[in-house]
T-cell receptor, first 111, second 110 residues
Framework: NAGVTQTPKFRILKIGQSMTLQCAQD?????MYWYRQDPGMGLKLIYY???????DKGEVPNGYNVSRSTTEDFPLRLELAAPSQTSVYFC??????????FGPGTRLTVT | TQLLEQSPQFLSIQEGENLTVYCNSS?????LQWYRQEPGEGPVLLVT?????EVKKLKRLTFQFGDARKDSSLHITAAQPGDTGLYLC??????????FGAGTILRVKS
């Protein structure tokens, strides 16, 4: 039982490049989330999903896109990377209690 | 979206001291969660409080949910260096989103 897995762990992007952050969970959770965390700060919700085929914007969705074609996977897409997107990205999943299980994070630097 | 204010932002104490972290909102949450995050890792759930006035204990950690379900506190007795980390509270809105506080960075010196 791996829980929530994220790839890659680290990535450096140039301004304007695109990339996809991968997230998978094996707990059969319906709810999945993407957060970003800036240094010494809390978590800001980017997008979330309540089930396959259903996604919705969180607090800071601009510059990101998501899809949820299966229960297990919830990739996050950055289309035109900007320095403001330098952050640590966490994927999480939860069941009906909304208790979040977090992945190990992806540390992204945009230069 | 409801806001959660967490205080203090940073706490540096000596081993053996007691401390309390507060999480406050002007709005009501259906439940409230506390997480602890170590450097380089994702947050890990410590406890969920659901009922107004509820008190839960986890070894030296005591969590309390306010009677009106608008605030919560985390009290650590006899802090140890292993308690060092970022403590986050998160309120569950009536729906399916969590609202996170900005976090309290705790450093316990030996």
């Amino acid at each position: 039982n791996a829980g929530v897995t994220q790839t890659p762990k680290f990535r450096i992007l140039k301004i304007g490049q695109s990339m996809t952050l991968q997230c998978a969970q094996d707990m059969n959770h319906n709810y999945m989330y993407w957060y970003r965390q800036d240094p010494g700060m809390g978590l800001k919700l980017i997008y979330y999903s309540v089930g396959a085929g259903i996604t919705d914007k969180g607090e800071v969705p601009n510059g990101y896109n998501v899809s949820r074609s299966t229960t297990e996977d919830f990739p996050l897409r950055l289309e035109l990377a900007a320095p403001s997107q330098t952050s640590v990205y966490f994927c999480a999943s939860s069941g009906i209690t909304y208790e979040q299980y977090f992945g190990p994070g992806t540390r992204l630097t945009v230069t | 979206t409801q806001l959660l204010e967490q205080s203090p932002q940073f706490l540096s104490i000596q081993e053996g001291e007691n401390l309390t972290v507060y999480c406050n909102s002007s709005s009501v949450f259906s439940s409230l969660q506390w997480y602890r995050q170590e450097p380089g890792e994702g947050p890990v759930l410590l406890v969920t409080v659901v009922t107004g006035g509820e008190v839960k204990k986890l070894k030296r950690l005591t969590f309390q949910f306010g009677d009106a379900r608008k605030d919560s506190s985390l009290h650590i007795t006899a802090a140890q260096p292993g308690d060092t980390g970022l403590y986050l509270c998160a309120g569950v809105e009536y729906g399916n989103k969590l609202v996170f506080g900005a976090g309290t960075i705790l450093r316990v010196k030996s």
